[in-house]
């Protein structure tokens, strides 16, 4: 048995007056939001009513301007001066206009588009000649440049990344784990109810407007986006640009060209999506083809920078990839440039971005362990090997300035052991 002095006691005693307390400011709170969940059903509650109110009192104006209306005809038909029946229906009218503040909407003049941008190569036709036979075929495309045939053929499997790599994550006995953080998204703000009813009316009015007086223009832009027929991508990321400019003159692009059936939405869209696609991955090639090593970057950051842009290309090649078969299948039968999906289009100026990562990495590993007498030799060899292995996977293999890097580093670490 335990006794009165023991500690035990003593500390489960004090364990139970704790348990007590937080009993105490539990129930505390639970009243707090008790009465705070009251205090909101009553605003609740408040505002229903608010909002009946209102609904009563449309409904009473709209049987009084009824019953108004019903009262003028009556006086019309019965009095025998038709001029004044009219100022009296006019003066009526005006009031019932200024009571109900319709708001006016001014009928905007009809656009006048300007022109598409003339494209760098078009889609090549079959010309007739006079006498009825057809023109000779065109001439096949220009080969290749020698850079890109000799970069492509540079590339090649060195095997003793991935024996070197496989042994040092032996040796570590574990590998690389990526975390990834989910934000929560933000909640919207709520719209104000009575704002959007008064607004409406003018938002409706306007749209109105627009597919009365700029049927012409919108023809006129639906015969462009169907008879577009380009070759290069980047001529339809310039009829991308140019129509978006000047789609952007309607009130809401999207509630006009409904009421117009002959608009070319399905290929309008995908030529929005071509356009956007490219860009992005064409603005992702430049940043890390251009990506130089700033040696007055702390080494840690400098890391973060390179492998955030290898993170990116990675995932704009499985994101290409992983749409091409359909999206390409999409664009031909809509005469939308495809062949830049290809492994020899723009995957390939990645992988090429890719290579040059690989190299600044391993130079800049190699700087630090020749300038820095604090750095850790294993930690930052472990670090070239896995970020070179990645990469060599990636792209297929390394061409001659990732060989040389890798080849240096490899001998650094052997003289080190």
Known sequence: MMREGDPCVALLRSKFHGLIERN???????????HEVSHLKGQVSSLEGQYTDRKMMWKRLENFATS?????????????????????????????????RTPVVKSRAP???????????????????????????????????????????????????????RLLVKREGKNDGKSGSTGIPVAANSRDMIGEIENKSAY?????????????????????????????IADVEEFVKWLDGELSYLVDERAVLKHFPNWPEKKADAMREAAFTYRDLKNLETEASSFQDDRRVATPMAFKRMQDLQDKIEQGIHNTEKIRDSASARYKDLMIPWDWMLDSGIIRQLKAASLKLAKEYMNRIMNALKSDPFANDEELILRGVRFSFRIHQVAG?????????????????????
Not at 24 to 34: A, F, I, P
Not at 72 to 100: G, I
Not at 204 to 231: H, M, P, T
């Open 24 to 34: 105490h400011t539990l129930e505390e709170e639970n009243k707090q939001l008790r």
């Open 111 to 165: 656009r006048v588009p300007n022109p598409p941008p003339s494209p760098t190569c078009i889609e090549p036709t079959m010309k007739i000649k006079k006498e009825g036979s057809m023109a000779p075929p065109p001439p096949p495309p220009p080969p290749l440049p020698s850079k890109l045939l000799k970069s492509t053929k540079a590339v090649q499997r060195v095997p003793e990344v991935v024996e070197w790599y």
């Open 204 to 232: 409706v009015i306007a749209i109105k407007s627009d597919v009365e007086n700029q049927g012409d223009f919108i023809n006129f832009l639906a015969r462009e986006v169907q008879n577009a027929a380009y070759k290069d």
């Open 68 to 100: 108004n209306s019903y009262m003028e005809k009556q006086f019309v038909h019965n009095n025998d001066d038709a001029k004044e029946a009219m100022d009296l229906n006019n003066s009526a009218s005006y009031s019932r206009q200024t009571f109900f």
């Open 397 to 417: 293999g390394f061409d001659e300035g990732c060989r040389k890097a890798f080849q240096e580093l490899k001998t650094y670490a052997s003289k080190s052991e």
